[in-house]
Every structure is written in C-alpha cells, then in structure tokens.
C-alpha cells in the first residue's frame, strides 16, 4: 500500500491532469444533455484545438529548458500569409507551397535559434523580437488583406477524413467507417502490449510499480475510453486527416523525448545547464534545434489554421503563444525546466480545450472563458509547486 | 575555566520524519565562552539538529526541550531563534553578490528612521563590526568582489551586528583555502575570549576541530555518542586527536586512513605542455602561466595549492576549454598532441574531469541514478540515436554494485543522495565514459569519513586499472596520502614538484609561499 502511495505522490500531477481531464468531459457531457459527446462535436473538438496542439508539442521542448517561445502565433501569421501569397495570388501547386512554408519555417526557426544558442541572447528577449517581426512581415506581406480562397488540395489537410477503403459498414442505422474502427483497434492493441511490456521490465528491476489489480484496471480504463472515441469518431466520418498528422507528431514527438539520446540531452539541459554541458552536452546545439524545430511546427499549424479558415488574415495566430504555454504548464512542465512530458503537454492542451468547447456549448461568453482558462493555469502551476514544496520538506 | 555556566542546552531532543527517525534523544549542552565542535558522518543528524535549534523546524514539531542561558525557548521561525541571540551561518553563503558589504550586513536590520536609510550610520555601524573580525575593506564594496574568505568574514561580522551570543557554522571552512580557514578559527577563538560569544562548529576537518574545539560531541545514526572536554595546556599536545574523534564517529578506527596502493607505474600517459590561459572576466590577466605538467599510466598526481591557484582552471581549460579565454598550449597522450578542445572531444579522447561542485556541475539532481549515468556515454548504449533501456538498467546497476552506491533503486533522484552517494554517482558517470585520464577536483569535499575512505579506495582500484589520475584537494594530508607525486601550484604557475606520501605539509606550504 505504502508503494501504491509513493507512486501516487510521484506521479500525482501526471494522474490529477488526466482525471481532471476525465471529470470534465463527464461534467460536460451531462451539463450540455450528452451534446458534448456527439460524435460531430468531438471531431470539432480535435479541429480546433489541433494547431494548438501541435504548438504544445514543440513549446513543450521549450519549456523543458525553462524556457518559452513567444513568437510562435506571429510565425503562423507570416507562414500563414506566405501560404496566401503562393497559393493564392500566384496559383502556385499547392504541394510545392506547402513543402516551400515548412523551408521558410525551419529558416525562421534557425535565425531565432542562432541568437539564442550562438549570442546567448535570452530566449525570452529573442522569441518577443520574433513575435514583433514576423506579425509585422506578415501584415507586410498581405498589405492588410485576407487572402482566399486556398485551393481543394490544401483545405483537405483541416477539412479531410481519412479514406475507407473497405467501403463501410452498416449494422442497423448505424454505418461504421472500417478502416478507423482498425487503426482504433490497432492502437488499443499496441497499448495493452506496451503496458505489459513496461510491467515486466519493472518487475526485472524491482522497480516500484502499481499493484496488479489497479495497472489492469488502469489500462483496462484506458482501452475502454479508446475504444469509445473510436466508435463514436466511426459513426461519423472515420478519423479527420488532422488527428492522423496530430497522432503521428505526438508519438513521434514523445519517442524522441522519451527514448532517444537527443531526447535525454535536452532533460538534462534543462535540468542542470552547467552539467550537461560538462558531461558533453552540446547546449548550444540543443538549444538550436530546440527553436528550430519549435519554428517548424509553428508552419505545421500555420497551414493546419489557415486550411481551415480556408483564408490567410493578419490576425491569424494571435494569442496563440500563449495558448500553447498555458497547455505545457497545464500538463504538468516545471517552470524551471527539466520535468514535463510531450503526452502531459497534450492532455494539457485537450484539457484546456475542453474546457473552451463545453463552456461554449453551455453557453458562457468568451470573456468568461477567457478568466477561466486563466484561473486554470494559475491553479494547476500552484497546485505544482505546493506539491513540490511539500515533498521536499518530507526529504 | 572552571565554574562555566551552561550558555545553552539541548536536552532530549527528538525528530521524526516520516519513516526516520533523524535525531533520537539527542542532548547537546554548550558552556558560556566555548568553543563546540560538532562532529559526524553525513547523515548523522548534525544539521537537523540545527534546524531544530534555530527555528527551522518550529518548536512542537520535535519532542524535547531547549534552554538558552536557563530560560526555555520555543522558537517558531529564524527571526525568534536570532533575536533571542543564537545565529547561524550556513555553508552556502546567503549574501546578495551585488550589495556591499555594509548593506549586506544590515540587510533585514537596516540603520534607517522614518524607513529612509542612514547611510552614514550605516557605513560607521559597519566598520566597527568589520573591525572585530579583521576585515580590512571599504564597506562599499559589493560582495562579489570578495573572496570566500571575506565573504565568510562579513557573515560572521553580520551575526555579530545581530548580538549574537551563539555563533553556529556549518562548515564554514569547507570553501577555504588553508590561510582563511585559519584566520576564521582565529577569530572565533577572539570572539570567545574578548567578546564572550560561543560557537558550535559544525566541521569535517578533524585537524581544526582538534586545534580549536574546547569540547566536540560526536552524533552518530541520530544519537548522542559522547561529548569530549578537550584540556589545552600551553606548550603541550591538546588532549584529544583526530584518531579518537574519527573513533566515536564511525564506532570503529579506521587504521590506514590513505588505503596502500601497490600497483606498477607506466609510461607518460597524458601530458600539458606550455598550457597558458588569460581570465575571461579579466583579459589582460593570465590565469596559468606556462604549465607543464605529465602524468603516468597507474599514477595518482596532486595537484597542492591555495584556493585561486589556479588547480580548478588548469583542470576545466584542459578538460575541452570549458574555462578560460585564450588558451594556448599543447596537450598530448601517449605521446602525441590530441584535440581536445571541446567537451565532446575530451570524452571521446578518453579524458574525464569530476568538477568540485558535485550539486552544481557534478550532476543533474533532478534527475535520477540511471539518467546520471549514462549522460556523458549515451551512444554507448544506444543504436541509432534509440537507447536501449534495458542495457541503460543493466550499466546503472552495475556501477551501484562496483562503487557501492547506496541508493534504493537506481530510479532514485540523485539530489536525495547523501553527498557521498551523490559523489559515486558522478564516479559511476565517468568510469562508464571509459576515461584514460581522470581529473578529481575535491573529490571528497563534504564528504563523512566512512565514505572518503570508499572513495579513495576507488581511485586506488582506477590506478591500478592503468588510469592516469590528477587529484586536487585543498586538504593536504589527502594530497600526500594519496599522491604518488605533487606538483605544487601557486598564482598560475607550478613551483615545485614534490614526491607523494613522504612529503610533509609544512614543505608544500614552503613551496607555496616561497613562489
């Protein structure tokens, strides 16, 4: 019982996110008569929260060195308006823009990393001069026009559902979408395999671990909750292409921090600057690549934006810095580096998310929302540091 | 002194934290003009004691009493415990780098009416303090521009601006070179004799508390082991020696403190030619001065000096330039010049620096055992940039067995190590990086004799392994003990070079001086 606890009281902001979460979307879902849980609205839930999303996850690799990137919002202006220029006013093929946007991405990312990582100039200093640049550049660009409309092939990246090529199914009214009930089933089932997994490997090393009967229920919850979405996201058109690209960057995202040396280096970065560079951590590349690729993802979401506004405007992006931040610190990202997880960075951003489409559902003003989120992040940052507090006066 | 009366006494004092039990009926009674060491391995009990003295942990929070002068105290917080005249002075100096040292000294206590501050009271307040502890400097002068010698000065002249009757330092010499830490014991022994101001000191150098303590109680596991009355008769040895205390610390002697280390010694494995390094912060100014220095396969070679010689800079600047502007210099192993101008470099050249601030460069200590590990080798373990987690296990394991580390699992954050443990995890770090030269900056700083002992003990396995090893320390019995040849540092500049083992202190010392 005593392991149960120490895990608990180690993992507790991992698990408080994840409930949290679950409550809200019950608390939801019988506030709004179960409309929540629709399967349109769960696909407009990923829709417009996915650009975000896919911020959380490069902002989370900031946060991780104790840092922030606060130009992100503005680069998905600029990219968003370089999209409208090539797209729109040139007609030019829509695959070679988008390729041409993420080139310009990892440009932008690398003159931001360079002052950071080579000048020492404090990322703080160098992402607010990006965010005056880049919003500045894109009004330039777009000479205070929206641009629109972007061509089919573009609009596909937001708008589009992955294809069935089984054809459907239908059980009584219902008509399931095959091949998304699959991937759901295939995900579920690689899961299950990966717990077990991990259970043994902890078992070998006398690792602590939960006990039997709460990891089955644990991953048995999991599944279940898994499996659900599944069906309700099958009944309606199958899995939109956006979840697909936002799986793919999460997994993706969480084995490199998760699993690789690149990965580690940038933990340790932020754990203890001064010693990994003196294990032989190349900070200054790590912190590079960091924005770099912090500045690649703003492009991702960028076109995932602007395909689904179906038009580029100057506004595009703004605040959205600060929507991405909030879901890391949210999920559970010390604000001293070093401790946060991309999977914690989501849940973060889904939970802030929800929170956004049940109150609009339920019919609060933006205005609230707005104080609500805030109060939110304030809470889930204090709630961290007293924890934190508390378990080091106990060591 | 007959007739002392108790200034204060600790009767019973117990703690519990969850699970431990840190202090079991612990009694402590420190007379009126004393000087008290307090002495114990890591882990002892020693700082919580401490704590429960100065208010750390609020009266209520342990069972027993405290007296101050006979009157019973119950101090909830610093401020109380310091207002009734008991002080502490931590190991990690708690002054803003960047006020002077009068603002320093007054900080909370501001020699201010009307909340405007009186600058020249100020400045006179603080010369006379700094007066009492021989502190020869412009109040105006920011601390940071201090060495830690004065820094620990103005800490010391800060207790006395706050009336203090009991001085508590906690390892104050652990950062000082030989000279301050003299002249600190000298003023503590002034303040005792003119000022009538006890001090419980709370130390690792047993020779200092042999040459100063009028008495030493010894924790051990939590307990009161004995407290010892040491008699100072002029002209005669004091009645106490390092062998007894090390006695009652660790409940056994340990009868060859320097482990014997038999092993043959190579050729030249690692050589530094004509190494010249200019100060960053100060780009005129050369740091190191045209050393020479070569070490042999299987041999241990200290590196003697005062603290600002110039050992950590010759170390970090050799150890991929990760100190000093302007280097210039060859460095060469088995023979022939290497690059190893960078960090990553170094590593791979086989080359290894263990630095002297274990918490601060040492380690990672948010992070645990096994991350700690592997941080400097990680490709040993990995394919394709993927780490392969179960061997990862298997290396970290493996180093907590050969070093015996004790730790509960190698998940455990390194920063609740004890500091000796925490040193093996930065051994472990290093050996796993397959290093040919090992470069140990104050490898056993902080550390309980228990655990020194261990430590030596591993280099002693290392050398004998064909590894070339340079040892500072700042403790020269561990110097000699454990050198096979010393190489004496002084302004950037090697002087002497000196046999190991049958050299004696006071020759280092000349060399030293002489320069």
């Known amino acids: 019982m005593s392991g149960l606890i120490a895990i608990l009281k180690k993992n507790v902001r991992q698990y408080m996110m994840v409930i949290a979460l679950a409550v809200a979307m019950v608390a939801f879902g019988i506030l709004t008569d179960g409309i929540f849980f629709r399967p349109v609205n769960l696909t407009n839930l990923v829709l417009q929260n996915s650009y975000v999303l896919i911020l959380a996850v490069g902002m989370l690799l900031c946060t991780l060195t104790g ?63 990006g965010m005056l640049v880049f919003r500045g550049l894109g009004q330039v660009i777009m000479k205070g026009q929206t641009k629109a409309p972007f061509p089919k ?37 690689l899961i299950i395999f990966g717990e077990i997994q991990k259970r043994k490997k902890q078992k070998k090393y006398d690792f602590d671990m939960l006990p039997a009967g709460i990891w089955l229920a644990k991953v048995v919850f999991i599944a279940t909750v898994l499996v659900a979405f599944t069906v309700v996201f099958a009944v309606y058109k199958g899995f939109p292409n956006i979840l697909i690209l936002l799986g793919i960057l999460v997994i993706g995202y ?84 070093g401790v946060g997880s991309i999977i914690g960075a989501v849940v973060g951003g889904l939970f802030i998310g929800v929170l956004n489409n049940g109150m609009s559902i339920i019919g609060i003003s933006t205005d609230w929302q707005q104080a609500i989120k805030g109060f939110v992040l304030l809470a889930a940052v204090a709630f961290d540091l007293y924890s934190k507090s508390r378990s080091s006066k106990i060591a | 002194m007959p007739n002392q009366s108790i200034l204060l006494s600790m009767k019973h004092i117990t703690k519990t934290f969850p699970g431990v039990k840190a202090l079991d009926d612990v009694s402590l009674d420190v007379k009126e003009r004393e000087i008290h060491a307090l002495v114990g391995e890591n882990g002892a009990g020693k700082s919580t004691l401490m704590k429960v003295l100065s208010g750390v942990y609020p009266y209520g929070t342990y069972d027993g009493d405290i007296f101050l002068e006979g009157k019973r105290c119950a101090f909830s917080n610093i401020k109380q415990s310091e207002q009734a005249g008991i002080v502490i002075i931590h190991q990690e100096l708690a002054l803003s780098p960047y006020l002077s040292i009068a603002e320093n000294m007054f900080i909370g206590d501001e020699r201010a ?14 010369l006379k303090y700094m007066e009492r502890v021989g502190l020869h400097e412009n109040p105006n002068t920011p601390v940071n521009k201090l060495g830690v010698g004065k820094q620990q000065m103005v800490e010391i002249a800060k207790a006395l601006a706050k009336n203090a009757k009991l001085l508590i330092l906690d390892e104050p010499t652990s950062a000082l070179n030989e000279k301050d830490s003299e002249h600190l014991l000298e003023i ?39 407290t010892l009355e040491v008699k100072r008769i002029p002209g005669e040895n004091a009645s106490i020696s390092e062998d007894r205390i090390i006695k009652g610390m660790v409940g056994r002697e340990i009868t060859e403190m320097f482990p014997k280390r038999s092993n043959p010694i190579g050729d030249v494995l690692f050589e530094v030619q004509e190494w010249t390094v200019y100060n960053p912060d100060n780009p005129e100014k050369k740091k190191l001065d045209d050393v020479n220095i070569k070490v042999r396969a299987g041999e241990v070679v200290g590196l003697a000096g005062l603290v600002g010689a110039g050992r950590t800079e010759l170390a970090m600047s050799v150890f991929g330039r990760a100190y000093g502007d302007a280097i210039s210099g060859h460095t060469l192993i088995d023979g022939e010049e290497v690059d190893i101008s960078t960090i990553p470099k170094a590593i791979s050249h086989g080359v290894a620096y263990v630095p002297e601030d274990r918490k601060e460069l040492g380690l990672v200590l948010i992070q645990n055992v096994k991350e700690n590990t ?107 003990g454990m050198s096979d040849r010393i190489y004496v540092m002084s302004e950037g500049r090697i002087t002497a070079e000196l046999p190991g083992r049958t050299t004696t202190q006071e020759e280092i010392m000349r060399n030293i001086l002489n320069n």
């Open chain 1, 67 to 129: 840092n922030v990137d606060l130009s992100v919002g503005s680069i998905v202006c600029f990219i968003g308006a370089l999209c409208g220029v090539m797209m729109v006013d040139l007609q030019w093929n829509p695959y070679v823009a988008m390729l041409l946007a993420l080139l310009v991405g990892a440009l932008i990312g690398m003159w931001q990393g360079f002052w950071i990582a080579f000048v020492n100039v404090p990322p703080f200093i160098a992402t607010l001069a």
């Open chain 1, 153 to 189: 092939e573009f609009q596909l990246i937001s708008s589009g559902y992955i294809p069935d090529p089984f054809g459907g199914l239908s059980i009584g009214a219902l008509h399931f979408h095959v091949f998304t009930l699959l991937i759901g089933l295939l995900i579920v089932a």
């Open chain 1, 254 to 337: 969480q084995f490199v921090a998760s699993k690789t040396i690149q990965g580690r280096h940038i933990y340790a970065l932020g754990g203890n600057r001064k010693a990994a560079e003196l294990s032989g951590v190349k900070v200054k590349w790590v912190m590079f690549w960091i924005y770099t690729n912090m500045a690649i993802l703003a492009a991702v979401a960028a076109m995932v934006f602007t395909a689904r506004l179906n038009s580029a405007t100057p506004k595009a992006g703004q605040n959205f810095e600060m929507d991405a931040i909030a879901a890391c610190y949210v999920g559970g990202s010390a604000v001293s580096g």
């Open chain 2, 113 to 126: 009416r009307f909340n405007i501050i009186n600058w020249d009271k100020t400045r006179e307040d603080a």
């Open chain 2, 188 to 226: 503590l022994k002034e303040l005792r004799d003119t000022s009538d101001i006890s001090s419980v000191l709370i130390s690792h150098k047993l020779n200092e508390v042999a040459s100063v303590a009028d008495s030493v109680t010894i924790l051990r596991d939590g307990r009161t082991i004995e």
């Open chain 2, 374 to 480: 592997t941080i400097a080798k990680l490709r040993k373990i990995a394919k394709l940039s993927v780490i392969n987690e179960h061997e990862e296990n298997v290396v970290a394991e493996d180093f907590c067995k050969r070093l015996n580390t004790k730790t509960p699992t190698i998940l455990q954050t390194t920063g609740n190590l004890s500091g000796g443990n925490q040193q093996k995890v930065v051994l472990s770090k290093w050996l796993f990086s397959d290093p040919r030269v090992l470069i140990l900056d104050e490898p056993t700083r902080g550390i309980d004799v228990g655990a020194k002992h261990e430590i030596y003990t591993i280099i002693n396995s290392l050398a004998a392994q064909g590894m070339a090893c340079i040892l500072i320390s700042s403790e020269m019995p561990e110097i000699i």
